[in-house]
């Protein structure tokens, strides 16, 4: 074991406990009563790396063996398990919990109360709203076979929604409020219900503004919190 390495222009809270084999960048705020690196036969000595310009709040757990991007954000009362690996610009809402082996992609937005089962694949610009279950377990309980769903590039899944091992949820779909998704949802399209159904192309889907715009893809009208040259991008690819 190797003793945390603390990056330069941090800030950590009172009674916050940092384990050994932690890297820790630069710019780093870790807030009060949190337990980084908690330790874990299931990390395999692997050290817990946050990136620069993150921000732990308050009784959050991150485990030994996980690896965070640039700029991850978390809300109050998270847990992050062994084997973790998320990019850039994570968000992940209070109360949340990813149960370890996920790999997480750039600039994902998961909401409170969002539970990720191990050997979860998500992609690229996902968003994931409150109170939604990836499931992993086929037919539960089970010792030893699990799978994970995968959850493709722009993807959204609305509040409340359950999605079921192995399912894999297309590229710039959407997953309606309080859905069970049984089965693949095709690229480009809405499903919604329980079971999920398809109810057609994300491109009927209407802002509800004076515009009437297609809300899908939402690259060509959200752009808040992503990088100047990713919006560019979007602006070049997903034009009117």
Not at 211 to 233: C, K, L, N, Q, S
Request: aromatic share 8%; charged share 20%; glycine share 12%.
């Amino acid at each position: 074991m190797t003793k945390p390495v603390i990056g330069d222009r941090c800030n950590i809270g009172r009674y916050t406990y940092i384990e050994d084999d932690v890297v820790i960048g630069d710019d780093v705020t870790i807030e009060s009563y949190c337990h980084i690196g908690y330790p874990t036969p299931r990390a395999e000595g692997e050290k817990l790396v946050i990136g620069d310009n993150s921000l732990i709040r308050s009784h959050s757990v991150l485990y030994q063996g996980s690896t965070l991007g640039r700029g991850t954000r978390t809300g109050h009362h998270v847990t992050v398990r062994e084997h973790t690996v998320a990019g850039d610009g994570w968000h992940l809402g209070t109360l949340s919990d990813v149960q370890g082996e996920v790999t997480i992609g750039q600039y994902v937005h998961m909401h409170s109360s969002v539970h990720v089962g191990q050997l979860t694949v998500i992609g690229d610009y996902v968003w994931i709203f409150p109170y939604t279950v990836l499931t992993n377990d086929p037919h539960p309980p089970s010792d030893g076979y699990l799978e994970g769903a995968v959850v493709e590039d722009f993807a959204v899944i609305a509040t409340m929604c359950c999605i079921l091992p192995g399912v894999r949820v297309g590229t710039r779909s959407l997953v309606g409020a309080q859905s069970l998704v049984t089965r693949d949802v095709p690229p480009d399209t809405v499903v919604a219900g329980v079971p999920a159904k398809e109810r057609g192309p994300t491109g009927n889907v209407k802002l509800r503004d004076e515009t009437g715009a297609p809300a899908y893809p939402w690259m060509r009208h959200f752009h808040r919190g992503y990088p100047p040259e990713v919006v560019a991008d979007w602006e070049a690819t997903y034009r009117p």
